[in-house]
């Protein structure tokens, strides 16, 4: 009788043993997949306004709402926004609308100026020299720069 309850016990723990490494295993392969998931939709913010829309598009659906990959998100979003309002010569309504959306995630970020202080400054930065009177970048009216900034905790000066 002992050496059947051994024999049991020791059948027990090798499937365990099992379950453990299935499970371990399994989530490894799922991280593995959302890694890769991430690299291609970052992907899509180095071709045109088609391109980062799509990207766009995947931070709204899948990955905004997994407050793990905001450090890498966020950054990315700030500098697409950056480039936007600054540099970008594309000033299609695809652009326009991709940086309203742009700043929409931003802004939707939970405590962005206590958690990614350095990219709300340079988000706060761009919408200043946007307002200066910047010729570059995707042409915004004064009105929503001054509530742009507002809402990320910024006053820009009176005209």
């Known amino acids: ?16 043993v099992a379950v453990v490494t299935l499970v371990i295993g399994y989530f490894e392969r799922r991280a593995a997949r959302e890694e890769e998931r991430l690299a291609k939709t970052l992907d899509y913010f180095d071709g045109g306004s088609q391109r980062r829309s799509i990207g766009i598009s995947m931070i709204e659906g899948v990955w905004l709402r997994n407050a793990k ?9 700030a500098n697409q926004i950056v480039y936007l309002l600054l540099s970008s010569d594309s000033h299609d309504a695809h652009n326009e609308r991709n940086l309203v959306r742009l700043f929409m995630l931003f802004a939707s970020i939970p405590k962005i100026q206590e958690r990614y202080c350095d990219r709300r400054n340079d988000v ?3 919408l200043l020299r946007k307002y200066e009177g910047e010729r570059k970048g995707i042409p915004i009216a004064p009105q929503t720069l001054r ?4 809402e ?7 005209e």
């Open 1 to 16: 009788m002992a050496q059947n309850l051994v024999t049991i016990l020791i059948s027990a723990g090798g499937w365990g």
């Open 147 to 150: 509530l742009w900034a507002r």
């Open 69 to 77: 990959y905001h450090s890498v998100l966020v950054p990315v979003i």
């Open 124 to 126: 706060c930065d761009a």
């Open 152 to 158: 990320l905790g910024y006053e820009l000066p009176e």
